[in-house]
Each structure stands twice: as C-alpha cells, then as structure tokens.
C-alpha cells in the first residue's frame, strides 16, 4: 500500500516570497491533516479536511496561509508571504476512520520549509 | 482546551536500560491513543491503545493506557542507540482529530 506522498521534500525562500507543497494521502482515507512542526515542539494542527470539506482550520493563519482540496484526494498549502517564523516541517498526514476500533493517523515524509 | 502532556522533556540513558516515557491527557470524546517514534524524519507509528486494547508490546516496546488516570505509558527495556529519537504520544477524538504532545527526546548512549 502507498503512503501519504508529498512535494517538494525541501524548500529555500526568501521571506515575502510565496510557496506551495502539495500531498496525496492513502488511497480511500477521508480524512487529511497539515501540521506544522517546529524544531523541538511536537506537530501543531493547521488544517483538516473530512473529504473536500474543512473539519478544523481554526489554527491556520488565514492571513498568509491557505490550503484546499478541491476534489476531496490532494490537497495543496500555500503560504504567502512567508515570513521567518514559518521555517518548520509541513507534515501532510491522512487517516481512515474505522467504526469500531481505533483510528490511526500516518504521517507523509514532510516538506521542510527553510525563510531565510 | 483538549491538551496532552508528555514527560519527561528529554531522557538520556545507557545502552541496556530501560526508559518509561509517560504521557497524560485531557480529551473530550476520547477514542484513541498513539505513540509515533520520530527520528530526522516524519513520525513512524509504534502503537495504538483504545478502550478494547490497552495494552501493547512489540519487542522491546509496550505500552499500557490506564483510561482511569487518563494517561498512558511507553516503556523501553535494554535500550539501544537506535532507540534515540523523539517520541510523540497522540489522542484521537471521536471526530476523528489528534492532539499531540510536544515529545519526549530520548538520547541512549554507547
């Protein structure tokens, strides 16, 4: 079974300049997370998308940061303007819900952002 | 606020002992709990605990959720250098969202 691939798996910007990583997670999973992890602190959810529906963007900083998944399989996110402080790992990660055990969550390779 | 608390912050330990790597939470509509080992790298999944399955081992790895005190544990026996890694502990939530704790890095040493 493929896991949840992602691209570009580095990046270089300059602050004000704009980027966008995309995913794609495991076949027939509905539902796809972004988070964003910081050297030493633990994933910090951005975005979650049930299908092509947004479940929670509540920590997605709508100013700079978009993201969508417009036919309910890939998704992209983009940050525009970057600034220093978006430096981090984009973890692009997916899950199937299974009704009576538990739900697992598997993690793409990750994107790593570098603002310079 | 949904939280998860792992402790301690940073281990370091000699090859052959055994760690235990804790981790509490305070969930609404807990479903799951899971642990992911995370080396230079995404995080690689290690186990999944829920009401029906609270106890795991896997080698030298297990772990136990004790839904009472709303925690769980991860031990480590006759550890190794490549056990070194940051370890995440996860709580899913019956919509189907997680909530992670800021890991505990585990360093063992020759």
């Known amino acids: 079974e493929a896991g949840v691939a992602q691209s570009p798996r580095y990046k270089i910007i300059e602050k004000r300049q704009s980027v966008a990583f995309w995913c794609n997670p495991i076949?027939?999973?509905?539902?796809l997370y972004w988070y964003q992890q910081i050297l030493g602190q633990g994933p910090k959810l951005l975005i979650q998308?049930?299908?092509?529906?947004?479940?929670?963007d509540s920590q997605l900083p709508k100013d700079r940061f978009s993201a969508e998944r417009l036919k309910g399989v890939d998704s992209t996110l983009k940050i525009q303007p970057a600034k220093l402080e978006d430096s981090a790992v984009y973890l692009c990660?997916?899950?199937?819900?299974?009704?009576?055990?538990?739900?697992?969550?598997?993690f793409g390779e990750g994107s790593w952002l570098t603002v310079v | 606020e949904d939280k998860v608390v792992q402790s301690p912050l940073s281990l370091v330990v000699h090859e052959g002992d055994t760690v235990t790597l804790n981790c509490s939470y305070e969930v609404t509509n807990f479903r799951s709990l899971l642990w992911y080992k995370q080396e230079k790298k995404a995080p690689t999944f290690l186990f999944m605990l829920t009401s029906s399955g609270i106890e795991k081992k896997s080698g030298r790895l297990s772990s136990i959720l004790d839904k009472k005190e709303l925690s769980s544990i991860l031990n480590i026996t006759a550890t190794q250098t490549g056990d070194s890694a940051i370890y995440l502990c996860?709580?899913?939530?019956?919509?189907?969202?997680?909530?992670f704790g800021t890991g505990t890095s585990l360093t063992v040493i020759p």
């Open positions: 990660a997916s899950s199937l819900v299974e009704q009576y055990s538990g739900n697992t969550i598997y």
């Open positions: 998308f049930q299908n092509n529906g947004v479940v929670d």
């Open positions: 076949s027939g999973h509905a539902t």
């Open positions: 996860a709580v899913g939530n019956t919509g189907n969202q997680f909530y």
